[in-house]
């Protein structure tokens, strides 16, 4: 897929840089002290990490961050941020961006690329599980603390850990359009789409941290007990579905 009018290319110039910590201001709203400065842009070029823009003309309208990183004796990279100007969004966007972070990793050598994200973001992670083909099997508990943008919604900042295994036979295979490799849905854990409204006001946030926590429990036990998030579906009635079954090996092959 492509986007006519945008070019997808690596940022290089400090107001390059400069212009990507003003988008991600613009997009989250975070308080001075939560903002990543422009150095660490800077600095995650400098040192073998990506930082990726979405142009229209001379102009940024999305960026993907990433820094290296090692675990288990092997250098990954982690994907620390991706933005997308409002007026740019659901125009598949920001999977480009994510394509191209894969390119540029696979020519690097790295096999792996991992980011967190909201596990009560429906449209996120149906993008990051079945279109991505990313897989999940850790959960951090209010990684961030309680954050000051208002996407979060005053509830703590669970984040679930995707990884993303970027010349397995399942990733290759959705990113190509096939369907991803069918498994047996063991658990199966459930976003009602009433989510965003119960987070955004004060009156009904106490539904939404609700259900954070339930699912916060529900997601750990099942990773405690060795299944993984292989897929997530959606309803018609917009419900998010994670559907966990047992790990295998071959899923990163």
Known sequence: MTIPEITIRKCETLEEMQACFSLHQ????????????????????KIGGQVIGAFEGATLVGFALAFPGWRNGHAYLHSQMLAVRKQYRNRGLGRLLKLAQRDDAVARGFQLMEWTFDPLEIKNAYLNIEKLGAIARRYNANQYGTTSSPLQGGLPSDRLVAEWWLQSRRVEAVLRGASRPVFES?????????IYEWKAAAS??????????????????????????????????????????????SLIH
């Not at 002290?33 to 422009?38: F, K, N, Q």
């Not at 063991?186 to 009433?194: G, N, Q």
């Not at 529900?218 to 079954?245: P, Q, V």
């Open 26 to 45: 613009e997009v989250w709203s975070f308080s001075d002290a939560e903002l990543v400065p422009v150095r660490l842009f800077v600095v995650a070029n």
């Open 186 to 194: 063991i658990r199966r854990i459930t976003v009602p789409a009433e």
């Open 204 to 249: 009904t946030r106490d539904r939404a941290v609700a259900v954070q926590k339930r699912n916060r429990a529900d997601i750990e036990n099942a990773f405690a007990g060795g299944l993984s998030i292989l897929g997530y579906d959606r309803d018609d009635h917009g419900n998010g579905h994670f559907l966990l079954g047992a790990w295998d090996e």
